[in-house]
């Protein structure tokens, strides 16, 4: 059974940092891609970061490039995102999801397309 399970959610200042973890289970295929897209009140969901298992380089929204790094750990099938320079527009529901044909630049662009989802975990950024 395919689940994805997030964790590192929480609340910080300004300026501050989290990590958030992605932990994928429950498929056998031999390409994926984790991604991590974000949906705060009253927005659509959008991508904030998707890296695959084949390939180092993950694509970033330009709102959060400079200050988030995707990272993998293809062992554990865990995708990391550590989040620095955090500001209040960064405050929302993340979300990890996993896919199993597109590019990590597609499915960051399209995240109906995805296969699946995770629970989510909330990031509020305020003082």
């Known amino acids: 059974q395919l689940r994805l399970v997030e964790s590192g959610g929480g609340l910080v200042q300004p300026g501050g940092s989290l990590r958030l973890s992605c932990a994928a289970s429950?498929?056998?295929?031999?390409?994926?891609?984790i991604g991590w897209f974000r949906q705060a009140p009253g927005k659509e969901r959008e991508g904030v970061s998707c890296?695959?298992?084949?390939?180092?380089?993950?694509y970033y929204a330009d709102s959060v490039k400079g200050r988030f790094t995707s990272s993998r750990d293809r062992a554990k099938n865990t995708v990391y995102l550590q989040m620095n320079s955090l500001k209040p527009e960064d405050t929302a529901v993340y979300y990890c999801?996993?896919?199993?044909?597109?590019?990590?630049?597609?499915?960051?662009?399209?995240?109906?397309?995805?296969?699946?989802w995770g629970q989510g975990t909330l990031v509020t950024v305020s003082s």
């Open positions: 999801a996993v896919d199993f044909s597109f590019t990590v630049q597609a499915m960051c662009a399209s995240p109906n397309s995805v296969d699946a």
């Open positions: 429950g498929f056998t295929e031999d390409y994926y891609a």
């Open positions: 890296i695959g298992n084949k390939d180092p380089r993950a």
